[in-house]
């Protein structure tokens, strides 16, 4: 872990030096974005690390040698994370990373990322300073810019596809970074297939997700609960996961309950037996009324 002092503890298993320089290096890298700030390319960068599995060009545990019984690090669940492994790529694996791009093994989308990657910490982290053994770029044309501005995948896609890939929870609450991105009236208007992923896949995490669609666009959002939980037959884990997303604490305390309330009374008529006292218990813990 790193500190906003430069301070650098290691608390890992390290198997070599090697690794132990790669794992200072990672968390070193951790400063240089702090104080790099935001640029506008990293988060569209991850959005392209998640497609096909791109970013294991860039993964810490590509460049290590494995410890019996330790946890894989190395994770790219965020701008943050992504910036430190390919900090600790380009930087102290410079001659490995290049020939896995050169590799012909090597999928075409994730040579192309990798490139990106490499141009990207050369041109706005190093200012041109390549670490090759001969100290010569081997991708000199380049450029994360041109490599974005062709990649027209949609977001949504991405992800939905990364989640069924990726088993970290932290890179699955990675999903609200990119909401930005996302068309989140499509979102709405196929709630019914989040609630089954989230219900039938066990990938609870999707709630923060639909929870964050509701703050970006909470009318649209409760008008279309409001139908899905009056209008016509919804299973019933899928009913309470609704509700459960309806009273999370960041939509309840955004709107004082109010323009929640009346979806929630609703399901006292018209739910299950069990969303009815789910329903019962969210009123009863948010549904009093200020005297006035």
């Not at 430069?6 to 200072?24: F, K, R």
């Not at 929870?211 to 309470?240: H, I, Q, T, V, W």
Request: net charge negative; charged share 25%; with cysteine.
């Amino acid at each position: 872990t790193s500190g906003l002092s430069g301070e650098v503890n290691l608390s890992l298993m390290i198997s070599d030096e090697a690794s132990l320089l790669g794992t200072y290096v990672h968390e070193f890298g951790h400063q240089v974005k702090y104080y790099q700030g935001e640029d506008g390319y990293l988060q569209r960068l991850l959005l392209a690390a998640w497609d096909s599995d791109n970013y294991l060009i860039i993964k810490d545990s590509t460049y290590k040698k494995p410890v019996s019984g330790q946890t894989e690090q190395g994770h790219i669940e965020n701008e943050e994370e992504l910036f430190a492994s390919t900090f600790r790529a380009y930087f102290s694996n410079a001659d490995h990373f290049s020939r896995l791009i050169k590799n012909q093994s090597t999928p075409d989308e994730m040579k192309n990322f990798g490139m990106a990657m490499w141009s990207y910490m050369r041109d706005k982290v190093f200012h041109g300073k390549v670490f090759t053994s001969d100290e010569k770029d081997p991708f000199p044309e380049a450029s994360y810019s041109k490599y974005l501005s062709g990649f027209n995948k949609k977001p949504l896609d991405i992800i939905l596809s990364a989640y069924k890939s990726m088993d970290e929870p932290n890179m699955l609450l990675g999903l609200m970074q990119f909401s930005q991105f996302i068309d989140v009236s499509g979102v709405i208007a196929d709630m019914r297939s989040f609630l089954k992923m989230i219900t039938g896949g066990k990938r609870f995490e999707l709630r923060y997700f639909l929870s964050e669609c509701m703050n970006l666009n909470r009318r649209e959002f409760l008008a279309k609960a409001k139908d899905m939980l009056a209008g016509y037959y919804l299973p019933e884990p899928m009913r309470l996961e609704l509700i459960n997303i309806l009273s999370l604490d960041s939509n309840v305390y955004r709107s004082n309950f109010e323009d929640v309330r009346p979806i929630i009374e609703a399901e006292l008529v018209n739910g299950t037996e069990r969303s009815k006292m789910l329903a019962q218990c969210i009123l009863d813990k948010y549904g009093k009324k200020k005297p006035m």
